[in-house]
T-cell receptor, first 113, second 112 residues
Framework: AQSVTQLDSQVPVFEEAPVELRCNYSSSVSVYLFWYVQYPNQGLQLLLKYLSGSTLVESINGFEAEFNKSQTSFHLRKPSVHISDTAEYFCAVNAGNNRKLIWGLGTSLAVNP | NAGVTQTPKFRILKIGQSMTLQCTQD?????MYWYRQDPGMGLKLIYY???????DKGEVPNGYNVSRSTTEDFPLRLELAAPSQTSVYFC???????????FGPGTRLTVL
């Protein structure tokens, strides 16, 4: 069975510091990987995704994630965070051309001044 | 494009009442999903649909019903509301199971 584990439920950081949000998955078949972001009192929106090709994917607001097949990970990173990055971040996996996503429980990123 | 719209935004129900949460998308997506989100519990899939006339149960379908008579609409029905159904409900749609899911703004439901 497929599963997704987000290793940190809360990550507090100071503004302009680097951050890494960790995501591991388990699957014996090929996967599609996603990071979604949820700002306070809003719905989720796609941050970035890996479908195929380059293992390093980037978002328009400076986040990046790297697909590591050997370690079954898809960690999200940003070299310098802003207050506006404060949000809940969800990792999700679609394995084996499934009809639905498997979701992690989320990581709450709190950026402090 | 409006994307995915949900109504109402907020609702308070008494135990035993029923209601329908509305969801509409204008992107001609085949796939539609209903999730509930509880603090610290992530997203739980209630029901999903891969096209008009086709629906399937997710992880937590008990106490809910859905229908998909058109591509655009995917209403979620609560028949006998219970306090355990207090949650935030999100509708989402996508072109396929591997594609980006687009989420509505959510409905915050309280059952007292």
């Amino acid at each position: 069975a497929q599963s997704v584990t987000q290793l940190d439920s809360q990550v507090p950081v100071f503004e302009e510091a680097p951050v890494e949000l960790r995501c591991n998955y388990s699957s014996s078949v090929s996967v599609y990987l996603f990071w979604y972001v949820q700002y306070p009192n809003q719905g989720l929106q796609l941050l970035l995704k890996y479908l195929s090709g380059s293992t390093l994917v980037e978002s328009i607001n400076g986040f990046e994630a790297e697909f590591n097949k050997s370690q079954t990970s898809f960690h999200l990173r940003k070299p310098s965070v802003h207050i506006s990055d404060t949000a809940e971040y969800f990792c999700a996996v679609n394995a084996g051309n499934n009809r639905k996503l498997i979701w992690g429980l989320g990581t709450s990123l709190a950026v402090n001044p | 494009n409006a994307g995915v719209t949900q109504t109402p935004k907020f609702r308070i129900l008494k135990i035993g009442q029923s209601m329908t949460l509305q969801c509409t998308q204008d992107m001609n997506h085949n796939y539609m999903y209903w999730y509930r989100q509880d603090p610290g519990m992530g997203l739980k899939l209630i029901y999903y649909s891969v096209g008009a006339g086709i629906t399937d149960k997710g992880e937590v379908p008990n106490g809910y019903n859905v229908s998909r008579s058109t591509t655009e609409d995917f209403p979620l029905r609560l028949e006998l509301a219970a306090p355990s159904q207090t949650s935030v409900y999100f509708c989402a749609s996508s072109y396929s199971g591997q594609d980006t899911q687009y989420f509505g703004p959510g409905t915050r439901l309280t059952v007292l």
